[in-house]
């Protein structure tokens, strides 16, 4: 079993940053990819970036690119995803999971663990 942990979000003006921390822990947490996905109201869960467990590789999704980054403090088992320059659209609630070794997969059906979710809402 692992626990997700995610803090960080809030209310932020467009233009604006915010970072989020997703926190893990449990049995053979540190061997999962970690993603992050966004699900606005109505809408699908987004894949936004990726992290593989070693920290070797990234992955962002075309719309945040530029403008996100995904970082992990391997010795905290914590996962950071550096938001800039929000945007409306960014608008909504990010969840960290813990999926696959080696790869950051788009598709939520993949990931084995999720976090309660964290709220972003961009906005004037």
């Known amino acids: 079993q692992v626990q997700l942990v995610e803090s960080g979000g809030g209310l932020v003006q467009p233009g604006g940053s915010l970072t989020l921390s997703c926190a893990a822990s449990?049995?053979?947490?540190?061997?999962?990819?970690i993603s992050w996905f966004r699900q606005a109201s109505g809408k699908e869960r987004d894949f936004v970036a990726g992290?593989?467990?070693?920290?070797?590789?990234?992955w962002l999704a075309d719309s945040v690119k530029g403008r996100f980054a995904i970082t992990k403090n391997i010795a905290e088992n914590t996962v950071y995803l550096q938001m800039n320059s929000l945007k409306p659209e960014d608008t909504g609630v990010y969840y960290c999971?813990?999926?696959?070794?080696?790869?950051?997969?788009?598709?939520?059906?993949?990931?084995?663990?999720w976090g309660q979710g964290t709220q972003v809402t961009v906005s004037v």
């Open positions: 999971a813990a999926g696959p070794t080696g790869v950051a997969d788009i598709r939520p059906s993949l990931y084995d663990y």
């Open positions: 449990g049995r053979t947490s540190t061997t999962y990819t």
């Open positions: 992290i593989t467990w070693n920290a070797r590789n990234q």
